[in-house]
């Protein structure tokens, strides 16, 4: 069995927001833009995106933009920071309602096969705040063509409430807890050929509409929050 002595004592990284109003740039970069088929504009505007009392606040906001039928706010670490193995612990809280899709994942620093997703936490309302979606997700070629297989769990949870959200990784496991209970263990053996043994970094998302809207939309939710209080990440002793 594993435990908590297979990774360092201290956090390699801490993040608690404690910029006034703005986001730490050292740390994270903004996605500006439409997204698919979703309904959503990122931006990078203070209204979307800032730092308040020690919590980070992705807002979504009735808001036309083009297509858009809103404004939001999606950030990830690439190019700044990544992880390789270790735990990543990340409290937050999330906003439900119809066609909101609140997500904290994880993709390769760089793209190539095979390939890895790594879906940490994402709701949509079909689930009527009552439970959320751990997802692995994994992409390679067969016969010429990309395919991609996903191996989802559900989680019963109230992601309107603060939760402790966790990945540990092992180099032949990944395992998902939440606040501090394992629900799910994703072994090598399932995910050939295992794609989880390279850099990877962190995406902090509020989407709407696409498969966020598979059970309908409803502009009346706006505004919607999702509150981050803290991130750690402890390396995996050698």
């Given at each position: 069995?594993?435990?908590?002595?297979?990774?360092?004592s201290?956090?390699?990284?801490?993040?608690?927001?404690q910029t006034?109003?703005?986001?730490?740039?050292?740390?994270?970069?903004?996605t500006?833009?439409l997204?698919g088929?979703?309904?959503?504009?990122?931006?990078?505007?203070?209204?979307?995106v800032y730092?308040?009392?020690?919590?980070?606040?992705?807002?979504?906001?009735?808001?036309?933009?083009?297509?858009?039928?809103?404004?939001?706010?999606?950030i990830?670490?690439?190019?700044?920071?990544?992880?390789?193995?270790?735990?990543?612990?990340?409290?937050?809280?999330c906003?439900?309602?119809?066609?909101?899709?609140?997500?904290?994942?994880?993709?390769?620093?760089?793209?190539s096969?095979?390939?890895?997703?790594?879906d940490?936490?994402?709701?949509?309302?079909?689930?009527?705040?009552q439970?959320?979606?751990i997802?692995?997700?994994?992409?390679?070629?067969?016969?010429?063509?990309?395919?991609?297989?996903?191996?989802?769990?559900?989680?019963?949870?109230n992601?309107?409430k603060?939760?402790?959200?966790?990945?540990?990784?092992?180099?032949?496991?990944?395992?998902?807890?939440l606040?501090?209970?394992?629900?799910?263990?994703?072994?090598?053996?399932?995910?050939?050929?295992?794609?989880?043994?390279?850099?990877?970094?962190?995406?902090?998302?509020?989407?709407?509409?696409?498969?966020?809207?598979?059970?309908?939309?409803?502009?009346s939710i706006?505004?919607?929050?999702m509150k981050?209080?803290?991130?750690?990440?402890?390396?995996?002793?050698e």
């Amino acid at each position: 069995m594993y435990a908590q002595a297979h990774f360092e004592s201290k956090p390699f990284w801490i993040e608690e927001f404690q910029t006034n109003q703005t986001l730490d740039t050292t740390y994270w970069s903004y996605t500006i833009g439409l997204q698919g088929k979703e309904l959503e504009y990122y931006t990078n505007k203070r209204q979307n995106v800032y730092c308040k009392s020690g919590k980070l606040i992705l807002r979504t906001l009735n808001e036309k933009k083009g297509k858009a039928i809103c404004t939001s706010g999606r950030i990830h670490t690439q190019g700044k920071i990544s992880f390789l193995y270790g735990k990543l612990e990340i409290k937050a809280k999330c906003p439900t309602g119809k066609g909101i899709w609140p997500a904290i994942w994880m993709i390769p620093e760089k793209w190539s096969l095979p390939f890895g997703e790594i879906d940490i936490m994402e709701y949509i309302d079909c689930w009527n705040s009552q439970k959320y979606q751990i997802n692995v997700h994994v992409e390679t070629r067969e016969n010429g063509k990309k395919v991609r297989k996903m191996y989802p769990k559900m989680v019963n949870a109230n992601v309107n409430k603060y939760h402790i959200y966790t990945l540990e990784w092992y180099k032949d496991e990944l395992r998902f807890l939440l606040d501090n209970k394992i629900y799910y263990t994703f072994h090598k053996e399932e995910g050939k050929p295992w794609p989880f043994d390279k850099p990877y970094y962190l995406i902090l998302n509020v989407a709407y509409g696409g498969w966020g809207g598979t059970c309908g939309i409803d502009e009346s939710i706006f505004p919607c929050e999702m509150k981050v209080d803290w991130i750690k990440y402890y390396k995996l002793k050698e």
